[in-house]
């Protein structure tokens, strides 16, 4: 439906006069952001000339969303550390709820709380940008923040890790949920370091606000000694780098001991594959007793963690090599000693002695007051400026449209270089401005050629399924995980383009492949035995499923037998 709504919107956009068609406006009463806009348009004079109404003036973005100003919200805002039960009592309210909304910021939290519902006998969706799992006469949906529904109403909706709202390049994602969801109840979650600057957002939109904060469920003790030597570690120990080198590096050094195996996570692992890993680690039956990972376990994972080691305080950010900060540092080191798990108290020191004042400073600082909140245009405002400047590409109106843009003191436009940079090349090929703003959501152009050509990309012709491999080296595996995000990008723009991205079933499976060919390379590079004997292995569900798969979808391609 979303999906016939902009192609109408770009059908009258490129054949009517501009702000004078009444398809425009229809479209836009049901498009996010929209009925603001048409507030605007249909007010006398508004468009008489392009001074009367600046597109650029996004001072008031709480008014982009009508259907929420029209409810006075009660907004709880649930503040404490990591594994202080802020979450689980704003859950609570949602299970008890008629209906609700759960917004996480990563697949794996809204996986886990579709099946937490589920379990608890509240039937509940599943969406996210790659995945859509519907249960018949289900009120309730879990859903990554980006697929927050703002134009359906809810008795009760959670926000969680609600400081990402100052992310650079996410940030828009959440202010967008905390302004635009509508709901009888908002449950906001996050670092009390967020209150201020959440507080200035909602005084103007009349909601009544209640702060409850939350304390540490059980102890955390930053040690006074490094770890200084690997044979030191312990059972239930997670050690943390910042790159995929240096993962497996540590990794190898500690199984050379001889008297651990590790599990591995990090943040280019395919999302089931980290949630395999975890659950070896978790595990008392399995030998998997020791954790090297990224601050990919910030959050969305439940870990039996005893000890936190930090092998380094320096990540490098995209840009520069820099220390880690107060929030980085107290995420981290909060997921050891997770409350009602094997370890009740948890530790965190560092592989060096020299990373120890900067560890323990952190542990007790509280985190920097967050002064501002990411906004981005939507597609409607972008549409609307692109006809008003008479273009139709993409790189000069968004560069334009970010110049222009005016903002209040509480608000940043998110970080578009990377989006710039794909709508320079998505430019030079012939698609229609709602077309290249799907590629630049993705920062990716991987299928906007093909798609230009004939309107039509079918898996087979960048990707042919049966080549798939377990991976003998890093590089293997590096390749395996790109394939991976390249098979998730096809699905996120099936849901999307369903009909020019047919192939989404194959597509996914592939994806399934990847991940249980990288956990068997995980398996053997580390000595591992699945603990449960009867578990295909990956190999052999490669021999089995590919062949089947390419028969139901690719009856042209030869499959010989072994």
Not at 331 to 338: D, E, F, P, T, V
Not at 374 to 395: E, V
Not at 423 to 446: G, M, Q
Request: with cysteine; net charge positive.
């Amino acid at each position: 439906m979303a999906m016939m709504r902009a192609l109408l919107l770009r059908k009258s956009l490129s054949s009517s006069p501009l702000f004078h068609d009444t398809t425009i406006r229809s479209c836009l009463l049901n498009m996010d952001c929209s009925a603001w806009l048409y507030c605007q348009l249909s007010s006398p004079n508004s468009y008489h000339s392009s001074a009367k109404f600046d597109l650029t003036d996004l001072t008031q973005p709480h008014l982009w969303y009508p259907n929420a100003r029209k409810k006075k919200r009660n907004v709880f805002l649930h503040m404490g550390p990591t594994n202080s039960g802020k979450t689980y009592h704003a859950l609570k309210r949602l299970e008890a709820s008629s209906s609700g909304l759960y917004c996480g910021p990563l697949r794996l939290l809204a996986w886990e709380v579709a099946q937490r519902m589920n379990k608890a006998k509240v039937p509940c969706n599943l969406i996210t940008g790659q995945e859509r799992d519907e249960i018949d006469g289900a009120q309730h949906t879990s859903v990554t923040v980006e697929m927050a529904d703002v134009s359906s109403e809810y008795q009760c909706a959670v926000i969680d890790e609600i400081q990402m709202v100052s992310c650079k390049t996410r940030g828009f994602a959440f202010t967008r949920a905390l302004l635009g969801i509508c709901s009888d109840e908002l449950h906001v979650c996050g670092d009390p370091a967020s209150v201020p600057l959440i507080q200035r957002i909602l005084e103007v939109t009349g909601d009544n606000v209640q702060i409850q904060y939350y304390e540490r469920l059980s102890p955390l003790v930053p040690l006074k000694v490094p770890l200084e030597s690997f044979s030191n570690i312990k059972k239930g120990d997670c050690i943390v780098t910042f790159s995929r080198a240096d993962i497996y590096r540590l990794k190898k050094k500690i199984e050379a001991g001889g008297k651990h195996l590790c599990s591995v996570v990090y943040g280019s692992l395919p999302p089931e594959t980290r949630t395999k890993q975890a659950t070896l680690f978790n595990d008392d039956r399995s030998e998997m007793d020791v954790l090297v990972a990224s601050d990919a376990i910030g959050m969305g994972l439940n870990l039996n963690i005893s000890r936190i080691i930090f092998s380094t305080m320096k990540k490098f950010d995209g840009e520069s090599t820099r220390e880690l900060t107060v929030p980085e540092i107290k995420q981290i080191s909060g997921r050891a000693g997770r409350y009602g798990s094997k370890f009740p108290v948890g530790e965190v020191t560092c592989l060096n002695g020299k990373d120890l004042p900067l560890l323990h400073s952190s542990i007790n600082a509280a985190s920097p007051v967050l002064e501002r909140a990411g906004l981005f245009p939507t597609f409607d405002l972008l549409s609307l400026y692109s006809r008003l400047n008479s273009t139709k590409a993409f790189y000069p109106v968004l560069e334009k449209f970010l110049a222009k843009a005016k903002l209040s003191s509480d608000y940043f436009i998110s970080d578009c270089e990377e989006m710039l940079k794909v709508a320079a090349v998505v430019d030079e090929l012939p698609l229609a401005l709602y077309d290249k703003y799907l590629f630049c959501l993705r920062y990716h152009n991987y299928f906007a050629e093909n798609f230009s050509k004939k309107g039509l990309v079918r898996l087979k012709e960048i990707f042919m399924p049966g080549t798939l491999q377990v991976p003998k080296t890093q590089n293997q595996l590096k390749e395996l995980e790109s394939i991976h995000k390249v098979l998730d990008l096809y699905v996120w723009l099936s849901y999307r383009m369903e009909e020019s991205f047919p192939d989404r079933e194959v597509a996914a499976s592939q994806k399934s492949m990847c991940s249980l060919l990288i956990e068997e390379f995980l398996e053997r590079s580390g000595g591992y035995k699945p603990f449960k004997k009867a578990q295909p292995t990956a190999q052999w569900l490669q021999n089995k499923y590919q062949k089947k798969e390419m028969q139901k979808y690719f009856p042209d391609v030869n499959v010989e037998s072994d």
